[in-house]
DNA sequence: CTTGATATGTAGCTCGCCTACATATAGGCT
DNA sequence: AGCCTATATGTAGGCGAGCTACATATCAAG
């Protein structure tokens, strides 16, 4: 699945992929490949920028660290982060529940 | 729920409710919210716009009528909504998929 | 004779996400 | 030495969905 699948759920995605540990956004993008089943494939494009979102509405902390030559921003959820992706989660189950009430599936 | 709950689902919905039997759009706002047991209340100003995107992109077809006096825009889905609920069903069930393994839900 | 339900629609706006591009280092292959 | 791929981060410009608020009109009930 490309970028325009997954409707509004960039966030919860990557905040629900911070909370097993920090990750930069390089190995944010390999995670949720790996951890949809090869079935997600996010565009830098894409993830870079919500990560900096993210970052501004204070959902994640960053810093730079460097591994074997090459500079890495290093992102931690925070507190407000953990909430907004316990919101994030109930908004998604409330969805599910009414598309599978209507779809009928 | 409220309309922005539903993150690019709003056309499955509205397609899907059609399928059941042609429909004008305060019927298919108050369908909307039966079949999803009172989840969904979706605002008229959400719901009129995307009937006339629809129609524009052919996949319902309008014609007006009367009703006691009123009149009213009866929509019915056409061959190629079918074709574009099938994919926006399919493209529900491949997101839920992705998020079901990612969240651990 | 006013209020609420029925019924449709527009104007203006915000924001999420996409596409395409730009940049840089490390390591392996030839 | 030179080239390609993987690693790694980011910007510019743009589009389109759906929201908020508003405007309009008829019918039924109190």
Chains 1, 2 share one sequence.
Do not use: C, N
């Not at 190995?27 to 996010?42: C, F, R, T, V, Y």
């Not at 894409?46 to 960053?62: C, D, N, S």
């Amino acid at each position: 699945m490309d970028a325009d699948g997954i409707h509004g759920q960039l966030d919860t995605l990557i905040l629900a992929t911070l909370q097993r540990g920090e990750a930069h956004g390089y190995a944010i993008i390999a995670a949720l490949k790996e951890s949809s089943g090869e079935q997600l494939d996010l565009p830098s494009g894409t993830v870079y920028p919500a990560l900096r979102r993210l970052e501004r509405a204070g959902f994640v902390a960053g810093k730079w660290t460097q591994a074997s030559g090459r500079r890495r921003r290093v992102y931690a959820i925070t507190e407000a982060g953990s909430a907004a992706l316990a919101k994030g989660r109930a908004d998604w189950l409330a969805l599910r529940e009414v598309m599978t009430a209507v779809l009928g599936t």
